[in-house]
């Protein structure tokens, strides 16, 4: 802190700001401890709330498919510690899932990455990879220097906390007996994926570590475990379509650079792409967000499978203050997870940097779907994503 053993002021160089005391600054530092913790602390044990499935990484790209070279991420809430969840990685596989019930006699799985993932899906322990690393004084040393130097600098910047520990499982081998499915139901796939994982190891490492008492640990965390997790495929960004040109078509020369009946917005993809339908306004409002509005009313058509036209149809209810295309922008709407929430960096769910290869429905729709993507033919990759907007250069006349 900023006392030397004997209480003592150190000099100015060499004080930490991290010490308590008393408003004007002018007392020793707090020493004292506190009361013994009681209640239901360190009683919370990690438990998988959702499951996502990725078949690229593996080299097996197929919809919905889960077997040889899958890989199947565990997402824990409440997170681990850094050392419990060391720990846990470091643990043999058939300690942490139950192989037979799984994949049946003969399968087997390997653990094939972990992280602790703060809000925007970054590794917690590649971010703050200096503060993890020599004996507990040095981390808390090293720790704080960081931390003082940004502060020094102005900046807001604090340390994060990981809101959910990862561990990635690629399954090697399938057994004998009946396999995973992704016919019987998401549901279903996710609960067995679920229930394989062995809670005694969690229980024994976690425990071990904290000092807190196993059995209260598991009949707390029991209570609080009835919700249900969820399970979402992840789709292969290296196919997802771009957005190679997008420009505005006047259908008169206008010198105001406005919006007005008969305009076209072309967007032209790098790859061919699955084609929603965007017939309508309806259909069109599941796909983008305009800023401002495009019009009262608009249709759309495929003009090929990488190439989509956008035409106004009415532009505005109040014809005074039709869209300026000069400060005209669109942008393609997230997905959803089945909480309802959408899903965008920063989700608390599934803490991801991609989250447009992640959610309810990527790429598929049937009418039901609160969102629309536009992907890969195949629909295997993740949906369009980004803000665009369109600049003086991209407003031409026809």
């Known amino acids: 802190g900023g006392f030397d053993s004997d209480h003592g002021r150190l000099g100015e160089d060499d004080v930490s700001r991290y010490c308590l005391l008393s408003s004007d600054g002018t007392s020793l530092h707090s020493n004292t401890s506190s009361p013994v913790l009681s209640g239901d602390w360190g009683n919370r044990l990690p438990a998988v709330q959702t499951v996502t499935i990725n078949n690229v990484v593996g080299g097996t790209n ?8 899958s890989d199947i991420h565990l997402y824990f809430k409440p997170p681990f510690s850094w050392s419990q969840f060391e720990e846990y990685c470091d643990t043999g596989i058939e300690d942490i899932l139950d192989m037979e019930y799984l994949l049946g006699p003969g399968g087997y799985a390997s653990v094939v990455g972990c992280a602790q993932l703060l ?32 502060e020094t600098n102005g900046t807001t910047s604090l340390t994060q906390m990981p809101i959910v520990s990862k561990m990635a499982i690629r399954l090697q081998a399938l057994g004998s007996g009946p396999a995973l499915e992704p016919t019987e139901g998401l549901a279903q796939l996710q609960n067995r994926i ?23 640990a598991i009949d707390y965390s029991s209570k609080l475990s009835a919700s249900s997790s969820d399970l979402y495929w992840e789709h292969d960004d290296t196919k997802t379509p771009r957005i190679q040109s997008h420009f505005a078509v006047g259908s008169i020369a206008r010198a105001d650079g406005v919006f007005g009946i008969g305009d076209t917005i072309v967007i032209r993809f790098s790859v061919p792409t699955n084609q929603p339908p965007i017939e309508s306004k309806a259909d069109i409002d599941l796909i983008f967000d305009f800023s401002p509005s495009l019009g009262q009313s608009y249709s759309g058509r495929w003009i090929n499978s990488s190439a989509l036209e956008l035409e106004i149809l009415i532009v505005s209810a109040d014809e005074l203050f039709p869209p300026s295309m000069q400060n005209f922008r669109f942008e393609f ?66």
């Open 194 to 216: 679920k229930l394989s994982a062995k809670n005694s190891t969690i229980v024994k490492i976690v425990t071990g570590l904290t000092g807190t008492d196993a059995a209260e």
């Open 62 to 69: 197929e919809k919905e498919y889960i077997g040889q070279s």
């Open 119 to 150: 809000p925007d899906g970054a590794d917690a322990n590649e971010v703050y990879r200096e503060t993890m690393t020599g004996d507990a004084t040095d981390v808390v040393d090293v720790s704080l220097e960081a931390r003082k130097k940004s």
């Open 333 to 398: 709407k997230p997905n959803y997870l089945r909480n309802g929430e959408a899903l965008r960096v920063g989700n608390d769910e599934v803490p991801t940097d991609k989250p447009h290869c992640i959610g309810v429905n990527v790429c598929s729709y049937s009418g039901s779907e609160k969102t629309k993507g536009i992907c890969s033919t195949d629909s295997l990759s993740c949906r369009a994503t980004g803000v665009y907007f369109l600049s003086v250069a991209s407003i031409t006349e026809p």
